[in-house]
């Protein structure tokens, strides 16, 4: 299972993902989920991927190799944002048929893959798009300002509380942060290490962080908002009934 999310502000985009693959009682597997793509000074991608491990190696890989190439279609030559999802879409629901042809081996498996990808094109603001193993996407909203994919449902609430499009890349890097953890204490299946992707508006620049699991700030971070949930609990007001009942 995994967990990856990614926001968007007035002041840029945060990226999230964990690298959990597998999570076994003798094994645990970890692959990075967030991939990198730049030209200097022109255009910045981050795609974060979910699902089936080869489909979605496979479909870094073809994108790689378009780049490498100079293909007439990569993340180098499509016009905006938009047409990067669906150019990863089309590689996506390729690389899905190949794996799962009816007569071969792999018949009735699961490849699909769910992917986000982000970024900027010199001219236009920063976006983000969210990547079905359809291959048809979707983009963020004025009332949902973040996208994400895999085990979501648990790092959910805290992105709904906390942010706007005012919130800035340090409380919003945080809060995919606390979102993580969140899911992490839920689902022993999503787990570190953690990377973490700020961009800057305008920055063509991405800062990245990785977060092992003995990582002193993780441990910190999530101390702190089981101390600050569990005295907020403690200063909520008190039923009715216990007003009129001794409920200690």
């Known amino acids: 299972m995994t967990y990856c999310v990614a926001i968007t502000t007035d002041a840029g985009l945060v990226f999230c993902s964990d690298s959990r693959t597998n999570a076994g009682v003798d094994q645990v597997s970890t692959y990075g989920k ?28 073809q994108v790689k190799r378009d780049l490498r190439d100079n293909a007439p ?13 669906s150019y990863l879409g089309e590689i996506s629901r390729q690389e899905q048929d190949r794996h799962a042809s009816p007569d071969g081996p792999n018949a009735g498996a699961s490849f699909e893959a ?38 979501s449902k648990y790092g959910k609430p805290i992105l709904d509380r906390i942010l706007t499009a005012a919130t800035s890349l340090e409380i919003a890097g945080r809060c995919a942060l ?37 990582d002193e700030y993780l441990r910190s971070l999530t101390r702190s908002w089981n101390q600050n949930l569990i005295e907020a609990f403690d200063r909520l007001p008190p039923l009715a009934a216990e007003t009129e009942l001794d409920l200690e």
């Open 73 to 85: 279609n990569s993340l180098k030559t499509m016009p905006d944002l938009s047409e990067a999802a």
């Open 178 to 214: 606390v979102s993580m953890d969140s899911t992490m204490r839920s689902n022993l299946t999503v787990g570190p290490p953690i990377d973490l992707g700020i961009y800057p508006v305008d920055s063509f620049a991405l800062e990245r962080m990785r977060f092992e699991e003995d």
């Open 34 to 61: 967030m991939y990198h793509f730049q030209v200097p000074g022109e255009r910045q991608f981050v795609i974060l991927s979910a699902g089936n491990l080869a489909t979605t190696q496979a479909v870094i890989s």
């Open 114 to 151: 769910s992917f986000i990808i982000g970024g900027q094109i010199r001219d236009d603001k920063p976006r983000l798009a969210m990547v079905y193993p359809q291959g048809n996407h979707i983009t963020t909203s004025k009332d949902t300002p973040y996208l994400q994919i895999g085990e």
